[in-house]
């Protein structure tokens, strides 16, 4: 499936965070990932998140889809981590 996630952590989670969805998916910018993902991962990735968040403040938002071909992206200005490039 195809995963579009975003995150809104205190500062103090922002790097954990962080470095846990590099693991699973491509950071597009801030803190704004997409990629191609196995159920069984995206289950471990939100298994993990919810280890980190402070479920009062902070919030994990993933919007899915069976696959890339389904979703339009248009990208204005300056495209801080484009993953076109990866062969």
Known sequence: ???ILLYDCGER??????KLCR???NWIQNSVFEG????????EL??????IMDK???SLIIFTSRSEKWLEKEI???ER???DTFL
């Open 1 to 3: 499936m195809y995963v």
């Open 76 to 78: 204005i200005g300056h």
């Open 56 to 58: 009062e403040t902070d």
């Open 36 to 43: 191609e993902i196995t159920e069984v991962k995206l289950r």
């Open 46 to 51: 939100k298994f993990k998140a919810k280890e």
């Open 13 to 18: 989670r922002v790097a954990k965070m962080l």
């Open 23 to 25: 693991k699973y998916l």
């Open 81 to 83: 981590s484009p993953v």
